[in-house]
């Protein structure tokens, strides 16, 4: 992978990260600029080189697990300029410059945004269909892509798994302010289900007991280190907001 791509800027390049999606979009019509026929492979591995990403960055996943980031964002730089007409596919993972490209590798700016594809009537009816029919995002199809994210420079799955993220962070946020909000025996409870849902023990009647009671300073719970039950694990629960548990509190309850 030492081949160099013509005529790309270098300025728009930033060596040694992961480009973003719109980041290659320039590059990847400047590589088929020569009016020749590529493999989406050999597209993918001179991006690679002229980005000089290492082994760690070319396997980084997304969140998901199933597709590399770097893969991700070049099949997207790639779908992005076929749907405003700029290259073509010639067959299975083989691409083409078409004239428009051309011209637009001329003319165009030196970094492309999709914002700058929308001046094309076929990238702007991709865009349009994918949002609904009212020009809005649905956020149902895996290729909606928001002004919002493409200020954060996202691509559609990325997005999607932002919002995840943000989700899973409130939803984790809520549960956590409920069960700050209920009772000691409670708390001492659901630490037990929960060690017993982490695989200690067998079940609840067998394995685990909340045998503490509020404000006792003892044990609030024993089970089971493994299914077989050859040796207990005594748990004390105590919730606490701002500090760590310190050493007193273990050497208390390791006296208990």
Not at 35 to 43: D, L, V, Y
Not at 59 to 69: D, R
Not at 137 to 161: A, C, H, K, M, R
């Amino acid at each position: 992978m030492n081949q160099q791509i013509a005529g790309l800027t270098d300025s728009s390049v930033k060596k040694g990260q992961i480009p973003k999606y719109h980041e290659l979009m320039r590059p990847v019509l400047e590589l088929c600029s020569d009016g020749q026929e590529h493999q989406s492979r050999e597209i993918r591995n001179r991006l690679a080189d002229r980005f000089q990403l290492s082994e760690e960055q070319l396997a980084e996943m997304l969140p998901s697990g199933q597709q590399t980031v770097f893969d991700n964002r070049v099949g997207w730089a790639r779908t992005y300029l076929t749907k405003a007409g700029l290259i073509e596919k010639i067959a299975r993972g083989v691409l083409r410059i078409t004239e428009q490209g051309q011209e637009f590798v001329r003319s165009g700016p030196e970094s492309i945004t999709a914002k700058d594809l929308d001046w094309f009537g076929e990238f702007s009816e991709f865009r349009r269909t994918t949002r609904g029919e009212d020009g809005a995002d649905s956020g149902e199809s895996v290729s909606t892509i928001s002004l919002e994210d493409e200020e954060e420079e996202l691509t559609p799955e990325e997005s999607l798994e932002l919002g995840y993220q943000k989700l899973r962070r409130a939803v984790m946020s809520e549960v956590l302010e409920r069960v700050k909000g209920c009772s000691p025996a409670f708390f001492e409870r659901l630490v037990v289900e929960l060690l017993l849902k982490m695989g200690y023990g067998g079940s609840r009647m067998d394995a685990g007991q909340a045998m503490g009671r509020s404000g006792d300073g003892g044990i609030d719970g024993i089970i089971k280190e493994d299914r077989l039950g050859l040796d207990s694990v005594y748990i004390q629960a105590k919730r606490w907001d701002e500090t760590v548990v310190g050493r007193p509190e273990v050497q208390k309850f390791a006296g208990a």
